[in-house]
């Protein structure tokens, strides 16, 4: 950084524990992510590995394969988008790598967890386009790991936060984009959403949205208020979706909204909600050996291998 330059040092946009730009364009994060690599677990029998989707753009999943227990053993598919505002954190760090490592040794599932572009470098809708990349990738079937383990019939979405944002985006996507559908088509089936914590407008400024989409910086725009717009959400492909939410999460309200417009909307599969008291935001990516996390995680698996 050029500290005689008076804007390389001079603040335009500051969003507390996100981001801030500096008048020459520089942008800095207040938390960078490290970075875990895959791995064999011997004591949960966990494998992990990593495949490239779109090497231009970094588009990247994790795999995580379960122990396997028997022949022919076929796992639901859980696909799954870390959250962190659309501009921070990372599939690969040690704080999401070692959660879906336990999602995965605890609900049983095989997962796929997409690493998309991050804002604000990267504008709304990069995330969106990137998951959606992922999803029709998926789609495909034809990754070994997949191809072996996946039950197609039994896919499901999750998120936390943004993350939980887009997961409900690509639902939306697959529910109503005609033009541009997943491959496999009828032997895919998106089963249900559970969206922890989600992140998403309530009609009130956004300080993130508003600067990482320009082209609609209102939280009206249906991809980050979709309570807003019922006659798209009435069109969900999936028939079962888990809410989660916090006693004492700041953006507690949307996860509820999201509830109640689900039922009021016309949609005619079954919603559920429900809520940790007494704890924050995410506060099972923080503290996951604690027994709050330890019921969330219980609520996953019971929903990923009851719904159908």
Same mark, same amino acid.
């Given at each position: 950084?050029?500290?005689?330059?008076?804007?390389?040092?001079?603040?335009?946009?500051?969003?507390?524990?996100?981001?801030k730009?500096?008048?020459?364009?520089?942008?800095?994060?207040?938390?960078?992510?490290?970075?875990?690599?895959?791995?064999n677990?011997?004591?949960?029998?966990?494998?992990?590995?990593?495949?490239?989707?779109v090497?231009?753009?970094?588009?990247?999943v994790?795999?995580?394969l379960?122990?396997i227990?028997?022949?022919?053993?076929?796992?639901?598919?859980?696909?799954?988008?870390?959250g962190?505002?659309?501009?921070?954190?990372?599939?690969?760090?040690t704080?999401?790598?070692?959660? =879906?490592?336990?999602?995965?040794?605890?609900t049983?599932?095989?997962?796929?967890?997409?690493?998309?572009?991050l804002?604000?470098?990267h504008?709304?809708?990069?995330c969106?386009?990137?998951?959606?990349?992922?999803?029709?990738?998926?789609?495909?079937?034809?990754?070994p790991?997949?191809?072996s383990?996946a039950?197609?019939?039994?896919?499901?979405?999750?998120?936390?936060?943004?993350?939980?944002?887009?997961?409900?985006?690509m639902?939306l996507?697959?529910?109503?984009?005609?033009?541009?559908?997943?491959?496999?088509?009828?032997?895919?089936?998106?089963?249900?959403?559970?969206?922890?914590?989600?992140?998403?407008?309530?009609n009130?400024?956004?300080?993130?949205w508003?600067?990482?989409?320009?082209?609609?910086?209102?939280?009206?725009d249906?991809?980050?208020?979709?309570?807003?717009?019922?006659?798209?959400?009435?069109?969900?492909?999936?028939?079962?979706? =888990?809410?989660?939410?916090?006693?004492?999460?700041?953006?507690?309200?949307?996860?509820?909204?999201?509830y109640?417009?689900?039922?009021?909307?016309?949609w005619?599969g079954?919603?559920?909600?429900k809520?940790?008291?007494?704890?924050?935001?995410?506060?099972?990516?923080n503290?996951?050996?604690?027994?709050k996390?330890?019921v =969330?995680?219980?609520?996953?698996?019971d929903f990923?291998?009851?719904?159908?």
């Amino acid at each position: 950084m050029d500290s005689t330059n008076p804007e390389s040092s001079q603040v335009i946009y500051d969003v507390p524990i996100f981001f801030k730009v500096y008048k020459n364009g520089r942008i800095e994060r207040y938390r960078k992510h490290d970075f875990s690599p895959p791995s064999n677990n011997s004591v949960t029998g966990v494998r992990s590995k990593d495949i490239v989707i779109v090497s231009e753009n970094n588009v990247t999943v994790r795999l995580y394969l379960p122990k396997i227990t028997q022949n022919d053993q076929k796992f639901p598919l859980l696909v799954y988008f870390h959250g962190g505002g659309f501009v921070i954190e990372s599939a690969f760090s040690t704080y999401y790598d070692s959660y =879906l490592h336990s999602v995965a040794a605890e609900t049983n599932v095989i997962a796929v967890s997409v690493e998309y572009r991050l804002a604000p470098e990267h504008k709304i809708p990069a995330c969106y386009d990137d998951s959606w990349v992922v999803m029709k990738w998926v789609s495909q079937g034809s990754e070994p790991w997949l191809k072996s383990y996946a039950d197609f019939s039994r896919v499901f979405l999750s998120g936390d936060s943004s993350g939980a944002n887009i997961a409900h985006n690509m639902m939306l996507r697959a529910s109503i984009d005609e033009d541009d559908k997943l491959e496999v088509g009828d032997s895919l089936n998106l089963v249900g959403m559970a969206l922890i914590h989600p992140y998403f407008g309530n009609n009130e400024p956004d300080r993130i949205w508003s600067y990482i989409c320009p082209e609609n910086p209102n939280t009206d725009d249906p991809q980050c208020n979709p309570a807003a717009h019922p006659s798209l959400l009435s069109k969900l492909v999936c028939s079962n979706i =888990l809410i989660c939410t916090a006693e004492k999460d700041f953006i507690r309200d949307r996860g509820w909204t999201y509830y109640e417009a689900l039922k009021k909307c016309g949609w005619k599969g079954e919603v559920e909600i429900k809520e940790t008291q007494g704890e924050r935001h995410v506060f099972h990516l923080n503290n996951p050996t604690c027994d709050k996390a330890k019921v =969330l995680m219980k609520w996953l698996s019971d929903f990923f291998q009851q719904s159908s």
